[in-house]
């Protein structure tokens, strides 16, 4: 079966760096999208962005650009996200998707990780 294993998230200070990873296994990925998502406590979950496997085309949301970037690597099944200048509102869990079809970037996600807690203090 499909799992998807956060890694990477912990405590930074504002200003600060962290990059995010998640190993997929279980499934050839060559045809997914892989999203990255968070959620922080009371609030909705939001899509950050996502990238496609087979191309690397990455599409990032207008409220993280210039500040998060998404890469794959392919030899490792690994897809990563990495946050710059964090700020304490970036504070959430961050959840890994994926999903095996469809051209959406932010929606319709079959799979979910089990999400990594970032901690941002000011």
């Known amino acids: 079966q499909v799992q998807l294993v956060e890694s990477g998230g912990g405590l930074v200070q504002a200003g600060g760096s962290l990059r995010l990873s998640c190993a997929a296994s279980?499934?050839?990925?060559?045809?997914?999208?892989m999203g990255w998502f968070r959620q922080a406590p009371g609030k909705e979950r939001n899509f950050l962005g996502a990238i496609r496997w087979a191309s690397g085309n990455t599409y990032v949301a207008d409220s993280v650009k210039g500040r998060f970037t998404i890469s794959r690597d392919t030899a490792t099944n690994t897809v990563n996200l990495q946050m710059n200048n964090l700020k304490p509102e970036d504070a959430a869990v961050y959840y890994c998707a994926g999903r095996s079809w469809g051209i959406s970037w932010s929606s319709g996600y079959e799979y979910w990780g089990q999400g990594t807690q970032v901690t941002v203090s000011s």
């Open positions: 279980g499934r050839t990925f060559s045809s997914w999208t």
